[in-house]
């Protein structure tokens, strides 16, 4: 999952490039809704669940991956 816990705070890293996000969140339902609102998409890849950031995202629908 890519919503990891660092201490007390949770990041936002991305399962394909391992970019983090630049912020952390207090609670695991914020870091969600910030992912949801900044454009990360979560998909189904070989029966796991991974959430990507918006670049690697965008590159997907392109053709980049």
């Given at each position: 999952m890519s919503i990891n816990r660092n201490g007390k705070v949770f990041l936002l890293i991305c399962d394909c490039c391992g970019e983090i996000d630049e912020d952390?969140?207090?609670d695991f339902d914020d870091a969600v809704?910030?992912?949801?609102?900044?454009?990360w998409t979560s998909r189904c890849v070989n029966g796991s669940w991974e959430d990507w950031c918006p670049d690697c995202t965008q590159e997907e629908i392109?053709?980049?991956?």
């Amino acid at each position: 999952m890519s919503i990891n816990r660092n201490g007390k705070v949770f990041l936002l890293i991305c399962d394909c490039c391992g970019e983090i996000d630049e912020d952390d969140y207090d609670d695991f339902d914020d870091a969600v809704k910030a992912k949801k609102e900044n454009g990360w998409t979560s998909r189904c890849v070989n029966g796991s669940w991974e959430d990507w950031c918006p670049d690697c995202t965008q590159e997907e629908i392109t053709g980049w991956y």
